[in-house]
């Protein structure tokens, strides 16, 4: 089989900034009036009076999602999206497109490599930049998939169960629990600013969830970066009376001496967890050689499926799990080819959690979700990703080469 060569790579924008809010999309923080997601979340912000309500008044939303698009020289497409903007289209379009065009549809690595390299001076350890990579990455493997007719996950060896199983993350486990999820992940809402009364209130809100939920479903906390060492050990042992099965991301990512010690005083069987906002390898590597439980990288923020890989690899060799912050079918067909991934994230975007709604609604066409916290990997078996582009949303190409 000849393969063909890239014909052209593009980049469009929706939402963000210079948008209407709550666009939602591949920038799932962009969303309207009394979500969940946007109600009073702990966050490194919180310590301002301005920015402690909410996560849209610092501007968690400002990016939007940014779709790129890889067309090959015989018609194929290929899309992806995450969060990176109007910024990541130009980055795109006037930077790592030269990589990117006239390569076969299966030189990925090739590409990943060059794109990595060539902006090591201005990328750091992640962020904007490592977005916008993990986007073209993850458009090349869809890509690729479709041109040989293939789901991703048989391009990365294929399935080592028959479904993934799903916690929920969301403000409600108890409506996870009645949909059929192992558990579920909330987030705090108070921090080192508030002191012991905020170790209180959050620890009460997961003694109230463990009443409602019974004592066999998983209940686990989400930190979102926004505490300090000593704050996280004393919040982790409160929560240890309501079998709290993990704490997780309570520092800043470059903290690996505070996780070190975190996990080092956390309560015996109460798992320590980050990994959600790392952006290289090897971050991951230093991540990884704290001890902590469960590393948890976005595959639409670590470097692409290609790093994912990568880190589910570092993982395995320590013994570690690796548990893929949401991402949707981006991150299924991943996880369903790592045997250290027992379960996975489901990220409830619906705005009371009383609904399945995609992660990525509205800019993906027929994306799965979980039935009864499973989803089938007979359910995965289309070309690529096996999602489409909604082009009826408000997509923008400020840029072109």
């Known amino acids: 089989m000849t393969l063909p060569k890239i014909k052209q790579v593009r980049a469009w924008f929706t939402g963000g900034a210079t948008a209407e809010k709550g666009a939602g999309g591949g920038d799932y923080h962009d969303q309207g009036a009394n979500h969940w997601i946007d109600d009073h979340i702990a966050t490194p912000m919180s310590k301002y009076r ?55 549809v299966s030189d990925i690595k090739l590409i990943h490599d060059q794109m990595l390299n060539a902006t090591l001076y201005y990328s750091g350890s992640g962020g904007l930049v490592m977005n916008t990579i993990s986007c073209v990455d993850l458009a090349l493997w869809d890509l690729f998939g479709k041109v040989v007719g293939l789901p991703v996950y048989k391009l990365l060896g294929g399935a080592v169960r028959d479904e993934i199983q799903f916690y929920a993350t969301g403000a409600r486990p108890d409506l996870a629990k009645e949909m059929g999820f192992i558990g579920g992940k909330m987030p705090t809402h108070w921090g080192p600013h508030d002191g012991d009364a905020g170790i209180r209130k959050d620890a009460a809100m997961v003694a109230d969830m463990r009443e409602k939920c019974g004592e ?75 001890g902590i439980d469960i590393m948890q990288p976005d595959v639409g923020w670590c470097g692409g499926l290609t790093t994912l890989v990568e880190i589910a690899a570092i993982a395995k060799s320590r013994g570690q799990l690796v548990v893929p912050h949401g991402s949707s079918v981006y991150s299924h067909h991943a996880v369903i080819t790592f045997t250290n991934t027992p379960f996975s994230e ?25 039935v009864n916290g499973r989803i089938h990997k007979s359910v995965l078996d289309k070309p690529g990703f096996g999602v489409e582009l909604n082009r009826d949303c408000n997509l923008k190409r400020p840029y072109s080469h």
């Not at 400002?62 to 109007?86: P, R, Y």
């Not at 289209?89 to 076969?104: D, P, Q, Y």
């Not at 996990?263 to 790392?278: D, L």
Request: hydrophobic content about 35%.
């Open 50 to 104: 301005d920015y402690e309500q909410s996560r849209q008044s610092f501007g968690i939303n400002v990016l939007g999602t940014l779709i790129v698009e890889v067309e090959a020289e015989n018609g194929q497409t290929g899309f992806a999206v995450s969060t990176a903007g109007e910024m990541g289209c130009f980055i795109v379009e006037k930077h790592l497109n030269r990589f990117i065009e006239g390569k076969c």
């Open 216 to 290: 066999d479903f998983w209940l686990m906390l989400d930190c979102w970066m926004s505490q300090d060492v000593n704050y996280a050990i004393k919040l982790a042992h409160a929560c240890a009376p309501y079998n709290l099965k993990w704490i997780e991301e309570c520092l800043p990512p470059q903290q690996y001496e505070g996780y070190r010690e975190l996990k080092h005083n956390a309560p015996a069987g109460m798992m320590v967890t980050s990994g959600e906002h790392h952006g290289t390898l090897q971050s991951f590597r230093t991540l990884s050689e704290t």
């Open 346 to 370: 489901f990220l409830m975007t619906s705005p009371d959690c009383s609904t399945m709604r995609p992660q990525f609604d509205p800019i993906l066409l027929n994306e799965p979700v979980p």
